[in-house]
């Protein structure tokens, strides 16, 4: 079993910045990707970055390209992602997923272990 808990979301105006942050503890030393994917209520999960955990290769979403960076504290088995130059699009829950098998990255199914998610709200 992998927890994974996320922190970091809140308010900011358009144009802004914010870092979420994903405490993972439990089984991690078998993850191939940590992720982050938006969560909008009722809605399916939509791929926003992912991380080889072995490599360290990087994927996103073309929506975020050049404005989010994932990133990772492999000794403190976190995870990041770093949001710039934030816009009200980029408004809802963003959630952490660990996968635990070589798939396909940006499929919210192939998924494992998900966190609870934390807001992210951007006014215009």
């Known amino acids: 079993q992998v927890q994974l808990v996320e922190s970091g979301g809140g308010l900011v105006q358009a144009g802004g910045s914010l870092r979420l942050s994903c405490a993972a503890s439990g089984r991690t030393s078998y993850t191939y990707y940590m992720s982050w994917f938006r969560q909008t209520p009722g809605k399916e999960r939509n791929f926003v970055a992912a991380?080889?955990?072995?490599?360290?290769?990087?994927y996103y979403a073309d929506s975020v390209k050049g404005r989010f960076t994932i990133s990772r504290d492999n000794a403190k088995d976190m995870v990041y992602l770093q949001m710039n130059n934030l816009k009200p699009e980029d408004r809802t829950v963003y959630c952490c997923a660990c996968a635990q098998t070589y798939v396909t990255s940006s499929a919210p199914n192939n998924y494992d272990y998900w966190g609870q998610g934390t807001q992210v709200t951007v006014s215009s």
């Open positions: 991380l080889a955990w072995g490599g360290g290769s990087t």
